[in-house]
């Protein structure tokens, strides 16, 4: 923010006069503007969103980001879950995966061939 601009909104902040004050009146109004919210219209409207936003969730972890992550992985058990969150692999090597696994949240899998030629992500039994 340039000194100009900087010097201008200090004087519209601390500034007695008419024009000053009507902005900031003005600028107060519109930021504590608010609708009234009655619950026989609000109510049926957030079961809406909340059912709608239930469902992308759970199309976009059934048929996105589970099979994208089980395409990256040479070996998955039975009831491999993933969140609905796409899983960053960077790098070649193999991901093994038991059963019953449970891939919360946004991670990332970084495979480098340094000290062997195909790495192997394994979990430790």
Known sequence: MSLVSRGLLRRLASSDRTLPRLLRRLRHAVVTFSVPAPR?????????VVSV???YAFFLRVFICE?????????Y???LRTDRHLHWV?????ISVGDDVWLDGRSTITFAARFADRPLLTPVI
């Not at 960077?90 to 193999?94: A, H, I, N, R, V």
């Open 40 to 48: 026989l219209v609000a109510v049926p409207i957030l079961w809406i």
């Open 90 to 94: 960077s790098g070649f090597g193999d």
């Open 77 to 79: 058990g039975k009831r």
């Open 53 to 55: 936003r239930g469902v």
């Open 67 to 75: 099979p994208l992550f089980k395409a990256q992985c040479s070996r």
